[in-house]
């Protein structure tokens, strides 16, 4: 059973990671982030601290209720320091070795009863709780870029997840201010499933040269009605993210040719020109300057 007062621990700081750390904070739990790079989970508070500051400066955040989340923020140095959360969100990078072994560690330390929910976008949570002693607890919890402002979480069941764990993630969620979507474990879920030949088609035009970046996302953005265009978005969200994601899901439905990869998002990738959080991607960040892309 999550409670407000329910410790929460979060792995991984990265966008993501930070993003939901913050979440859990404002909603008033205390909160672990424990990160593998030394110093990564202690750089993401004091980033999380920053952008707090700017909703002070804008006058929608008090001092007060800045501190008082920025103090239920601590890093951990190692994972033995979890074995008081009640539930664990994982936030690593999308490779399953890797959430396994997060998860196969956590269960020698946390209690039997503690929740271990995956942020993946796209991995089979069957599969991340497979080897996992208690699979029964394991569960897909997705967050959308930026975290603190997407309403939407996807709670996902793999063919072990308990009724109650469900039950109890989506009760949080709806406590965190987010708006909840149930749904079974296959690649890409919901929202990633749909919206993958959506990027892909983008990347496609521009390899094929039908208009520059700029004009196929304002083309969509502005006329279409989204938020951002779909190249923007691939740069918000981490060009290394949404290439892993776009593997995982090719990958997923036996690489059907509608999800696939493109190879300009890969020499982002090889490139390190991952997007917002470079600096550079398809564009040059803060979104001001189309770069030529290859
Ligand atoms: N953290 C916290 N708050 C943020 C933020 C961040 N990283 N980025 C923006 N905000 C807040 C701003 O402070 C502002 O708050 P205010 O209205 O209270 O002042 C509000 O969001 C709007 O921000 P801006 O005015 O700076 O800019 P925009 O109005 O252009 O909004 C956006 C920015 C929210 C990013 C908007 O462009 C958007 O919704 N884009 C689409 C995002 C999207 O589709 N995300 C899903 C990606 S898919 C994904 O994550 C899945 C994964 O599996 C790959």
């Not at 919890?141 to 109650?164: C, D, I, Q, R, W």
């Not at 520059?212 to 290394?240: E, K």
Request: net charge neutral; hydrophobic share 45%.
């Amino acid at each position: 059973m999550l409670t407000p007062h329910s410790i929460i621990a979060v792995i991984g700081s990265g966008t993501m990671g930070a993003g939901i750390a913050q979440v859990a904070a404002q909603a008033g739990h205390t909160v672990k982030i424990y990160d593998i790079q030394d110093g990564a989970a202690r750089r993401a508070i004091d980033n999380i601290a920053t952008s707090l500051s700017a909703r002070v400066a804008k006058g929608k955040l008090a001092e007060g209720d800045k501190n008082a989340i920025v103090s239920r923020l601590t890093a951990a140095q190692e994972l033995g320091e979890l074995a008081d959360a009640a539930l664990v969100i994982e936030a690593a990078a999308e490779q399953i070795d890797i959430k396994q072994s997060i998860f196969r560690e956590l269960a020698a330390v946390c209690s039997p009863e503690a929740i271990f929910a995956s942020n993946t976008s796209s991995i089979s949570i069957t599969a991340i709780a497979s080897g996992v002693e208690h699979p029964q607890r394991v569960a897909g919890l997705h967050f959308f870029n930026p975290a603190p402002v997407m309403k939407l979480v996807e709670v996902v069941s793999g063919l072990e997840t308990s009724p109650t764990v469900l039950e109890s993630l989506t009760a949080l969620a709806l406590r965190w201010g987010k708006q909840p979507v149930r749904c079974h474990s296959t690649p890409g879920f919901i929202v990633n499933r749909v919206a993958r030949p959506f990027y892909a088609e983008a990347w496609r035009a521009l390899e094929e040269n039908v208009a520059p970046a700029g004009v196929i996302d304002a083309a969509l953005r502005d006329c279409g009605g989204f938020p951002m265009g779909p190249l923007a978005l691939t740069d918000l969200i981490g060009q290394d993210v949404n290439f892993a994601v776009t593997c995982s899901v090719f990958n997923g439905f036996w690489q059907e040719r509608r999800f696939l990869p493109s190879l300009i998002q890969q020499e982002l990738v090889l490139g390190k020109r991952l997007g917002k959080k470079t600096g550079q991607g398809v564009y040059r960040w803060p979104l001001n300057e189309e770069l030529p892309y290859l």
